[in-house]
């Protein structure tokens, strides 16, 4: 059974056998508890949360430019929302 576990430097998912869970890359840790949790299930590589959160930050600073009302919990709800959202149009 893979759990999640926080250490002082992110999330790591741990497999059954003590080794850790890694993206396509050999990474083995992330920032964010649903990214963790995406490469656990099996819906999401990390590069792919990378580059949805990347283009979001520009999308804000194209739009907002430093004027943005949003916190760091709806950025991560819009990305979240918005890879969901790719993965159900499949």
């Not at 790591?12 to 890359?25: S, T």
């Not at 050999?26 to 963790?36: C, R, S, V």
């Not at 990378?50 to 709800?77: C, G, Q, V």
């Amino acid at each position: 059974m893979l759990k999640i576990i926080k250490t002082n430097d992110g999330y790591m998912v741990e497999k059954e056998d003590g080794d850790y869970l890694c993206d396509a890359n050999g990474d083995n840790l992330w920032d964010w508890y649903h990214e963790a949790e995406a490469v656990m299930n099996g819906e999401v590589k990390p590069s792919n949360w990378a580059k949805a959160n990347t283009a979001f930050y520009a999308w804000e600073k194209l739009h907002h430019e430093d004027d943005s009302d949003l916190s760091d919990d709806d950025r991560m709800l819009w990305v979240e929302g918005y890879l969901q959202a790719l993965r159900d149009a499949k």
